[in-house]
């Protein structure tokens, strides 16, 4: 008998996960367009900082493909990462008040800060298996908020447009690919480097939801 694919059975493992991330006040507060956008703006500043260091991973796991096809592909979603992201965040950050390059230079938020250092531990010393296991949930959770919400998209411009990014079927290809990408590694790895892959994609997408329940409560450092 033929092994489901290893994405089925992350999905599977991490269900409650997931319950808990659809369940989330800022979303639901997001799908009704009543969402305050202090909070959004607090999201966005965080989400540069993320996708800055989410883009430097992408790049590192790049040099861990042991084939050309693979490091030119992971190479290309770094580059479309910083370009594709950072231009929405670019239309969002003047309506919201934000200069990104202030942004940038100031202090990421805790959970910005401990969702990026767990990202940039992976790649340095785990398979490539394991970085894509890693990096999957902000592709895949993304993908599925949007298709969600996409049916009746937020009474509030910026917030559908948000949605529709995400809901898109240009990312939908992305989020696939990756998918493919981590089902053709898990065939390949042991038990112990799959156990590890899922470790760090259940890591991932617990971060995902803190990741947003920070932005809920504007979470900052509790020391000056």
Not at 52 to 58: C, K, Q, R, T
Not at 121 to 143: D, F, K, N, Q, S
Not at 148 to 154: G, H, I, K, M, Q
Request: with cysteine; proline share 5%.
């Amino acid at each position: 008998m033929t092994s489901p694919p290893f994405h089925e059975h992350l999905d599977r493992a991490t269900q409650e996960t997931w319950e808990a991330i659809y369940a989330l006040p800022y979303l639901a507060a997001l799908a009704a367009g009543a969402l305050d956008e202090s909070k959004f703006a607090f999201f966005i500043a965080q989400d540069i900082h993320y996708l800055d260091g989410f883009a430097a991973v992408l790049c590192h796991a790049s040099t861990l493909a042991e084939d050309e096809a693979t490091r030119t592909f992971l190479a290309g979603r770094a580059d479309n990462v910083l370009r594709v992201e950072q231009a929405l965040h670019g239309t969002f950050a003047p309506r919201l008040g934000l200069d990104v390059e202030a942004v940038r230079a100031a202090e990421p938020a805790p959970v910005t800060v401990a969702y990026l250092d767990h990202m940039r531990g992976v790649a340095a010393h785990g398979t490539l298996g394991e970085v894509i296991a890693c990096v999957l949930p902000c592709y895949w959770v993304y993908r599925r908020i949007g298709v969600r919400l996409e049916s009746a998209p937020p009474p509030h411009d910026l917030y559908a447009t948000w949605v529709g990014a995400y809901a898109s079927p240009a990312f939908g290809v992305a989020v696939d690919q990756q998918i493919a990408l981590l089902d053709a590694l898990a065939a390949r790895a042991g038990e112990d480097e799959r156990a590890r892959m899922q470790r760090w994609f259940h890591r991932s997408l617990r971060y995902e939801w803190m990741f947003w329940d920070q932005a809920d409560r504007r979470l900052e450092w509790p020391v000056a």
